[in-house]
């Protein structure tokens, strides 16, 4: 797939680039880490620039900051905080830091905002009778609308699970994809899924990725198309639902839905994760993972924070007490009105 030869080009990209970066010219003590850490920081991640404009990130303001917080008796506990600490700067949840003891993360993307889920509800809504196509679950509700829910783009979904499940669900007035709480996984699974909502290829972003050291060195923006499946299309309304969980190849996922047609986006924000990610390691064994080649909607617009639906729907607490749910309930309206 086209996609996939981009990943695997800007991937290759940036390791003959990570070439001219010796870790080993540091050493393995708290501040020879430290600064390896910093200057993978510095020459490889993809969104110093853009997050100094949108939340004032001083990444050379950082380095100080937490050498500061250094000593030579320190423990690797401390040491890995201090680390940890240093890279939730950049509030981004695609960077991670992994020991043999831990795994340093930002959550706050996600943990900051309300969930917008009650599982026991979308379940009572899935009923005991649905249909399991490798990773998507789906049925016909009592309104012949058609609920489709894909918990995470790591479950593996072919072409053929995906033709069955919509020509079985052909004769329903429309269909409500619920993608809330999945989290990412493949793009391939994120584009093989919205390929059969279009019946024309179209563009639906640009990537980029690092060429150079500095923190504005970047290729030419390409352009990235979803391209119609061969199997079934769905012809009517569509619902996509979103939450703040909706993050890396969701947040691709829905980018890509909106430029397709009769779909409409409701629930939160999406959570974002635009950065495609990258691995290095430190003089202690350390690695990290980073953003690495950024992402762009189809108006070249950034979505590392994610991406606004088109219309705002929260779970409100008078629907769960009554066994409701508040978005689904408003993608049934939508669908009925189209």
């Known amino acids: 797939m086209r996609r996939i030869e ?13 070439s001219c970066i010796r870790e080993e010219e540091f050493d393995d003590t708290p501040e020879g880490n430290l600064e390896a850490l910093w200057q993978i920081i510095d020459q490889r991640y993809c969104f110093l620039d853009y997050k100094a404009e949108t939340i004032g990130l001083d990444w050379n303001a950082a380095l100080v900051k937490y050498r500061q917080r250094l000593n030579p008796k320190m423990t690797r506990l401390q040491l890995f905080q201090v680390l940890c600490d240093m890279l939730a700067e950049l509030q981004d949840g695609h960077v991670n830091l992994f020991s043999s003891a831990d795994m340093g993360r930002f959550w706050n993307w996600k943990e900051s905002y309300p969930l917008n889920l009650n599982d026991m509800i979308r379940d ?5 009778d649905y249909k399991i196509g490798a990773g998507v679950k789906y049925r016909i509700l009592e309104d012949n609308i058609g609920y489709v829910v894909y918990e ?20 329903c007035d429309g269909l409500i994809l619920d993608v809330r709480g999945n989290s990412g996984g493949a793009l391939t699974y994120s584009s093989r899924l919205a390929s059969h909502f279009t019946n024309e290829r179209i563009l639906v972003g640009y990537t980029c990725h690092k060429t150079g050291p500095g923190h504005n060195d970047f290729s030419t923006p390409e352009a990235e198309y979803l391209e119609p499946s061969n199997g079934v299309r769905w012809q009517k309304p569509v619902v996509v639902l979103t939450n703040r969980e909706c993050f890396s ?21 999406t959570g ?9 390691e430190l003089p202690c064994g350390w690695s990290v993972r980073f953003s690495a080649c950024p992402m762009f909607d189809a108006q070249m617009n950034q979505i590392e ?22 978005l689904i309930e408003t993608a049934r309206k939508i669908i009925k009105q189209q």
Request: charged share 15%.
């Open 124 to 128: 009572a809504y899935l009923g005991r």
């Open 249 to 269: 190849a969701t947040n691709t996922f829905v980018r890509d839905m909106r430029q397709c047609p009769q779909v409409t986006v409701i629930g939160d924000r």
């Open 6 to 18: 981009l990943v695997i080009f800007s991937l290759l990209s940036i390791i003959l680039f990570s």
């Open 305 to 326: 924070f994610g991406i606004s639906p088109d219309l705002y729907c929260p779970l409100t607490e008078y629907d769960v007490q009554r066994g409701n749910d508040t």
């Open 152 to 171: 995470s783009f790591t479950n593996a979904t072919g072409e053929g699970n995906l033709s069955d499940m919509l020509y079985y669900l052909r004769l």
């Open 272 to 280: 974002g994760g635009s950065g495609l990610p990258f691995s290095s």
